[in-house]
């Protein structure tokens, strides 16, 4: 969608004193995934998290993310464990699965990206992405 018009519009709650974690993460999500700031995603998933520590599991997912492409592998890897405590859908599997590889722990790295593709419909979007990532956990190129 529209990167700037979803930013303004999560960026007017917040500063209209909603303190809302769904806000913070929206805009964080927005700020990693359409406007490519991971280090401003960051502030707002971390603010996200402050105002609902518990059972909440996209600013999860989204900080796990951030952190790795920050190559910040072991917050990666713990808030991906986070995001999975709480839902054990396939993207936090796979985050954590590629900051694992990019640890060098192939083994752990090869057991969570093929548990994120025995979840994973085989028509999303990130499917090939994750069979490339297992293909170099096993030390195999595609």
């Known amino acids: 969608g529209d990167a700037k018009g979803a930013y303004e519009d999560f960026d007017h709650l917040i500063k209209a004193g909603v303190q809302l ?3 913070y993460n929206g ?36 900080r796990a993310k951030a952190n790795l492409l920050k190559k910040n592998y072991d917050a990666a890897i713990a808030d991906a464990t986070k995001a ?3 839902s ?6 796979h985050t954590r699965g590629l900051a694992k590889l990019e640890k060098g722990d192939r083994k752990g790295a090869l057991e ?3 548990s994120a593709l025995r979840k994973l ?19 195999t190129h595609r």
């Open 112 to 114: 969570d990206l093929e």
């Open 27 to 62: 805009r964080g999500r927005t700020l990693l995934e359409l406007m490519n700031d991971p280090d401003r995603a960051l502030l707002d998933l971390n603010e996200a998290i402050r105002l609902r520590p518990e059972g909440y599991v996209l600013p999860y997912i989204a």
């Open 88 to 93: 054990a859908w396939p993207e936090p599997f």
């Open 121 to 139: 419909n085989p028509s999303a979007s990130s499917y090939k992405d994750l069979l490339r990532a297992i293909d170099r956990a096993k030390g």
């Open 21 to 23: 974690a769904g806000a």
């Open 84 to 86: 999975i405590s709480i």
